[in-house]
């Protein structure tokens, strides 16, 4: 499965933006989906994740209270709504999905459970 992502850019502290990961087939069905993102030296690190159907969602701490993951199953599109960005956000933010049937309620959280990756999209926050 192909993951697009798309919305990456430049913005300023305090300000917004959205992210879009499309999948480009709908040959499967796609179950938990999820945005990560990777600081230069850092880790890759969960940003949000969202189960199928969009009934249970998961963030990562940094992010609660500041990000919404949301989804669009009929477009095969999941969403990530970015508001208060810091500097600290700024990174690269790759989506992943997984159409292993774990359930409509589960969301997986670690990177490596996902065969499916977009692109990078990059997210740069200026003080």
């Known amino acids: 499965v192909q993951l697009q992502a798309s919305g990456g850019g430049w913005v300023q502290a305090g300000g917004s933006l959205r992210l879009s990961c499309k999948a480009l087939e709908d040959t499967l069905p796609l179950y938990s989906m999820a945005w990560f993102r990777q600081a230069p030296g850092m880790e890759r690190e969960l940003v949000a994740a969202i189960s199928r159907f969009g009934g249970t969602t998961d963030y990562g701490d940094s992010v609660k209270g500041r990000f919404t993951i949301s989804r669009e199953d009929a477009k095969n599109t999941d969403y990530l709504q970015m508001s208060s960005l810091k500097p600290e956000d700024t990174a690269v933010y790759y989506c992943?999905?997984?159409?292993?049937?774990?359930?409509?309620?589960?969301?997986?959280?670690?990177?490596?459970?996902?065969?499916?990756w977009g692109r990078g999209t990059q997210v740069t926050v200026s003080s």
């Open positions: 992943a999905a997984d159409s292993t049937n774990y359930g409509p309620r589960t969301v997986v959280t670690t990177a490596m459970q996902y065969p499916y």
